[in-house]
């Protein structure tokens, strides 16, 4: 999402990284050699660009990435084309575009895709002609049940599951309030995330589920305080929780409940925009390391984007998961002995080791089965007045759905 | 049963607006014969620009009359050059020529400001007082005292001022209204400004009260064309008694879990209800030539 402060706040920290960290170290992460020639290997991605809200982060910092790879030796010597097209929202556009970069442009794979409905829509499309998705970021519930799509993010319901995990353990909460969109597939499964792990705990859990039009956020958080639970989980997109969060403000709830988010609101427009008021009480659950943390990876991609992406691409978390689905895909295919096709390259994936990264908790593998959550585990930040600090380091999100995954 | 009390004071609030906007949409469509979509994206811009002008260090007050004054120019802009053209097509072409406006403001707004979270923050916000276990804010007491005044003030102008009179005899016949020497245009632009000033209100009111976002701004003139269809696009009493009907049934639907997510509905129920009930001859107004 574009945003003027993150922006100069992104450039500020890719000065500061460029400054701190020889130029090497971008071409570290993406290989090494001369520029790649020869026939390209085409990649895709459909994302939901215009619309609602600007999802093509993640295709942004795959594109840098793949341009750095490019110039560094490329996949053993060729140069990689990355083909991004956007779903405007819309299923049938998203149809499409699939139908374009699978058929007529013959793409070997798909990284970095993050769309709404992209998954529901392609994936059967995807296991039919045998094309495997590493998504940049999963929002709904298809994205994460599909047998050729891999997210590299946990997913909206892990994230509240985290924040609610959180609060439970530290906070000694012991009843939630879950307060997500109701669109199918999206604000109830968060929920129900929350529910399955709280009928485990016997912790009482109680949605405020709504639809996302709705002009009326006093009532939403009238609606909540009288289920009286310790903890109140605002499982909204940042420009959605906005309202809510003012809203509590004006009842002065903050001393009321805990207020917990997932990582759609960790954004680093949102402590300005919620106000001082805040600092302090907001406690968000992300999925892929904070964006200033100092790991090789994290340090990678803002030196990348520096290099290769335009001052304008965010430096947010989908940008992260971008960044981190095209460098699997890239690790992926440089192991490839022969022919570099759409089904050596599922092959591949299916077969892949997993890869350590420091903006995750955990080794990532896309996995040969039928449905793929790879990443199951994040930290906790809390809003500062000005931004977010870690507030507690990796744990798991024990969602009870994904006992098939675990076994 | 829950306590519905704290639930009919929110809604209240959004009622006013929503009866605010449908005033905005009734006078208009009495002096013009245009129903205009695009309150809601005049409004947007107005509370946009306030948002812009605040973060650019301009204090808060000023700030929303910049606000105002963006919004009731380009209310003004549209009355004088786009309206006096389509004046002598059926009232649906006039409609659909507001929707573009809307939809071109729309596209404009986000074009400029994006998806970025942001706020807008009046000092009202900051007092409030207690009531039925709310805390109600200085915003929503001005949004209904607003409401009633409106009503109050353009009821009189219509019928005590020479240019209610004009506009009501625009309303009943443009040509007529012509030939017996009223200017149709001046009145058709003041009609446009008017309609400018208040949905630039209306954009900074809710933009402080539930969202600032270019999108539900734009989309806030729904529950308004259902509270002016109560009033059948007639009656300023009976769309300020719409639009608070419909803001409170909205709010009070929250607690009862199995109607709480489609309570957004109501603004439709309501206008296909009096679409139904009432008869279609109801709706006539303006006579073109």
């Given at each position: 999402m574009k945003h003027a402060l993150p922006l100069t706040l992104a450039a500020l920290a890719c000065g500061f990284s460029l400054a701190m960290t020889p130029p090497a170290a971008a071409n570290e992460a993406c290989g090494s050699g001369e520029p790649a020639t020869g026939e390209p290997i085409k990649i895709g991605a459909i994302v939901?660009?215009?619309?609602?809200?600007?999802?093509?982060s993640a295709s942004k910092s795959a594109a840098a990435f793949f341009d750095c790879v490019n110039a560094n030796g490329g996949i053993n010597g060729r140069p990689v084309e990355y083909l991004v097209e956007d779903d405007a929202w819309n299923p049938e556009t998203a149809a499409n575009a699939a139908a374009k970069l699978v058929?007529?442009?013959?793409?070997v794979a798909m990284a970095g895709s993050t769309s709404f409905i992209e998954c529901g829509t392609n994936a059967r499309f995807y296991a039919d002609n045998g094309i495997g998705v590493i998504a940049g970021v999963g929002v709904p519930r298809e994205c994460f049940f599909s047998s050729n799509i891999a997210p590299m993010n946990m997913g909206p319901r892990l994230s509240t599951l985290g924040a609610a995990i959180d609060a439970y353990e530290?906070?000694?909460?012991?009843s939630f309030v879950c307060m997500a969109p109701n669109i199918p597939n999206v604000g109830g499964w968060f929920c129900e995330g929350l529910a399955a792990w709280g009928a485990d705990k016997g912790v009482e859990t109680h949605n405020v589920l709504h639809d996302p039009a709705t002009l009326d956020p006093t009532s939403l958080v009238l609606q909540a305080m009288a289920m009286g639970a310790d903890a109140i989980i605002v499982a909204e997109p940042a420009p959605a929780a906005i309202p809510i969060f003012n809203a509590a403000e004006d009842q002065d709830l903050r001393e009321e409940a805990i207020w917990l988010g997932p990582?759609?609101?960790?954004?680093?427009a949102f402590p300005a925009a919620v106000g001082d008021y805040w600092a302090g009480a907001i406690k968000a659950h992300i999925e892929f390391n904070t964006l200033d943390s100092d790991g090789v990876d994290n340090t990678a991609w803002l030196s990348i984007m520096d290099e290769y992406g335009n001052a304008s691409d965010p430096r947010d978390s989908f940008s992260q998961g971008g960044y981190l689905a095209a460098k699997i895909i890239t690790g992926v295919l440089r192991g490839i002995d022969g022919d570099i096709t759409r089904q050596s390259v599922l092959e591949a994936l299916q077969t892949m080791e997993a890869v350590d990264s420091d903006l995750l908790c955990g080794a990532w593998s896309f996995g040969?089965?039928?449905?793929?959550?790879?990443?199951q585990a994040g930290r906790m930040v809390t809003m500062t007045a000005d931004g977010w600090e870690t507030s507690r380091d990796c744990f798991v999100s024990d969602d009870p759905e994904l006992a098939d995954i675990r076994s | 049963m829950p306590d519905l009390t704290p639930f009919l004071v929110t809604g209240l609030a959004l009622g006013s607006v929503y009866a605010l906007a449908g005033m905005g949409l009734v006078v208009l469509f009495r002096a013009t014969g245009e129903l205009n979509f695009a309150l809601g994206a005049i409004g947007a811009a107005s509370a946009m620009t306030a948002w812009q002008a605040h973060a650019w260090g301009t204090p808060i007050a000023l700030a929303a009359l910049c606000g105002v004054a963006a919004a009731t120019a380009i209310s003004a802009g549209y009355g004088a050059f786009v309206s006096a053209r389509v004046a002598r097509r059926s009232n649906v072409i006039k409609a659909v020529a507001t929707l573009g406006l809307a939809l071109a403001l729309l596209g404009l707004m986000y074009f400029i400001w994006g998806d970025t979270p942001r706020r807008l923050r009046l000092p009202l916000s900051a007092l409030n007082t207690e009531l039925f276990g709310v805390r109600v804010t200085g915003v929503r007491v001005v949004a209904l005292a607003l409401c009633v005044m409106t009503a109050i003030g353009i009821s009189l102008l219509l019928a005590r001022t020479r240019l209610g009179l004009q506009m009501r005899a625009l309303a009943d016949g443009r040509d007529l209204s012509a030939l017996i020497g009223i200017d149709v245009e001046r009145v058709t632009l003041i009609a446009w400004t008017a309609t400018g000033v208040l949905a630039g209100t209306i954009g900074i009111l809710l933009g402080s009260?539930?969202?600032?976002e270019p999108g539900v701004l734009t989309f806030m003139v729904v529950p308004s064309i259902a509270a002016a269809i109560l009033g059948q696009l007639r009656s300023l009493w009976l769309t300020l008694a719409g639009g608070l009907a419909i803001g409170v049934l909205e709010a009070i639907a929250t607690p009862f879990q199995d109607v709480a997510p489609y309570r957004s509905l109501v603004p439709f129920i309501v206008a296909i209800a009096v679409l139904v009930l009432l008869p279609a001859r109801t709706f006539q107004t303006t006579r073109g030539s």
């Open positions: 939901g660009q215009t619309g609602p809200a600007d999802f093509s058929n007529d442009e013959g793409v530290n906070q000694g909460a012991r990582t759609s609101i960790y954004d680093t040969p089965g039928d449905r793929h959550n790879a990443n | 009260l539930v969202r600032l």
